[in-house]
């Protein structure tokens, strides 16, 4: 299907029309979606079908389309000991004007709602069961083997990409080399976490990462809830303590701090404070 926008235009799902791919999904996948609710984000639509399973459409440009494929759910369907909602099937298309394609993945639904937004502004109630929930998932998806490369925001996470990233913000003299890469979901935000049963999904962009990425990128969105960061700090002090993690403390703090950051943004000011300090470290060794 094409759609209006040009090719050479940024598409938004949230105002362009999706109808015809909708028909084609409950066509293909033999399923019928409900008309309530329909979840539209830039660049993918959801829905609940009638047999009680979750369909999640995403349409990607040629260019975002690493050289892995982007096959991220199905991939992470094998995960084992990881908290998530089980995969069912999927079906991947071409776009008529070719200037992009289109995936559905069916799912089961998830066990509860979202935590909230990806960045929370106020506190959720969690029980010592969920975070414990969070730690074993993480700590299963770590000690697991891919060949798949952790793709945040769509762009594969290189070492080149992390010594950008931080010295776009933080010229200070230490080094940026990275030891450790495991694999990591690499989207962990507030709204792609469930409670009060722990799940993890959008698992799209996971992959190798180095360590501590995902305990850095979860913190930082936490920051408007100061006793939430310092919860999930504590939590993942085993990664934060590293020197992976404090790198990539400083990765997430570059992507909050750099040319693009807002000036109200009420997250800058302790990612400052925390990037001070971990510099300190750093340079000390």
Same mark, same amino acid.
């Given at each position: 299907?094409?759609?209006?926008?040009?090719?050479?235009?940024?598409?938004?799902?949230?105002?362009?029309?999706?109808?015809?791919?909708?028909?084609?999904?409950? +066509?293909?996948?033999?399923?019928? *979606? &409900? $008309?309530? %609710?329909?979840?539209?984000?830039?660049?993918?639509?959801? =829905?609940?079908?009638?047999?009680?399973?979750?369909?999640?459409?995403?349409?990607?440009?040629h260019a975002q389309i690493p050289e892995q494929g982007w096959n991220g759910t199905e991939c992470a369907a094998r995960l084992e000991g990881v908290a998530q909602p089980e995969w069912h099937g999927c079906m991947v298309w071409r776009a008529g004007d070719g200037s992009a394609?289109? +995936?559905?993945?069916?799912?089961? *639904? &998830? $066990?509860? %709602?979202?935590?909230?937004?990806?960045?929370?502004?106020? =506190?959720?109630?969690?029980?010592?069961?969920?975070?414990?929930?969070?730690?074993?998932?993480?700590?299963?998806?770590?000690?697991?083997?891919?060949?798949?490369?952790?793709?945040?925001?769509?762009?594969?996470?290189?070492?080149?990409?992390?010594?950008?990233?931080?010295?776009?913000?933080?010229?200070?003299?230490?080094?940026?080399?990275?030891?450790?890469?495991?694999?990591?979901?690499?989207?962990?935000?507030?709204?792609?976490?469930?409670?009060?049963?722990?799940?993890?999904?959008?698992?799209?962009?996971?992959?190798?990462?180095?360590?501590?990425?995902?305990?850095?990128?979860?913190?930082?969105?936490?920051?408007?809830?100061?006793?939430?960061?310092?919860?999930?700090?504590r939590e993942r002090r085993r990664d934060f303590e590293t020197r992976d993690g404090k790198l990539m403390t400083l990765f997430v703090c570059s992507r909050l701090l750099g040319p693009y950051a807002h000036p109200e943004d009420p997250r800058l000011r302790p990612a400052g404070?925390?990037?001070?300090?971990?510099?300190?470290?750093?340079?000390?060794?």
């Amino acid at each position: 299907m094409a759609l209006s926008s040009p090719a050479t235009q940024p598409v938004d799902l949230r105002v362009e029309p999706v109808d015809e791919v909708l028909d084609r999904v409950e +066509r293909c996948l033999q399923v019928s *979606l &409900l $008309p309530d %609710p329909v979840i539209r984000k830039r660049r993918t639509v959801g =829905a609940r079908t009638d047999r009680d399973t979750w369909i999640r459409v995403e349409r990607r440009a040629h260019a975002q389309i690493p050289e892995q494929g982007w096959n991220g759910t199905e991939c992470a369907a094998r995960l084992e000991g990881v908290a998530q909602p089980e995969w069912h099937g999927c079906m991947v298309w071409r776009a008529g004007d070719g200037s992009a394609m289109w +995936r559905a993945d069916e799912t089961e *639904l &998830l $066990p509860s %709602p979202p935590v909230g937004t990806a960045v929370l502004s106020q =506190a959720p109630k969690l029980p010592n069961e969920w975070w414990n929930a969070l730690n074993a998932t993480l700590d299963a998806l770590a000690s697991q083997p891919t060949r798949r490369i952790a793709t945040p925001d769509t762009a594969a996470i290189t070492q080149e990409l992390v010594t950008a990233s931080i010295r776009s913000v933080f010229p200070e003299d230490f080094d940026t080399t990275v030891e450790r890469w495991v694999p990591a979901h690499a989207d962990l935000n507030w709204a792609n976490i469930t409670a009060p049963v722990f799940s993890l999904f959008d698992w799209e962009d996971w992959g190798s990462a180095p360590l501590g990425l995902d305990s850095a990128t979860l913190w930082a969105s936490s920051l408007v809830i100061p006793a939430l960061a310092d919860r999930v700090w504590r939590e993942r002090r085993r990664d934060f303590e590293t020197r992976d993690g404090k790198l990539m403390t400083l990765f997430v703090c570059s992507r909050l701090l750099g040319p693009y950051a807002h000036p109200e943004d009420p997250r800058l000011r302790p990612a400052g404070r925390m990037a001070e300090e971990v510099i300190k470290q750093l340079q000390a060794g």
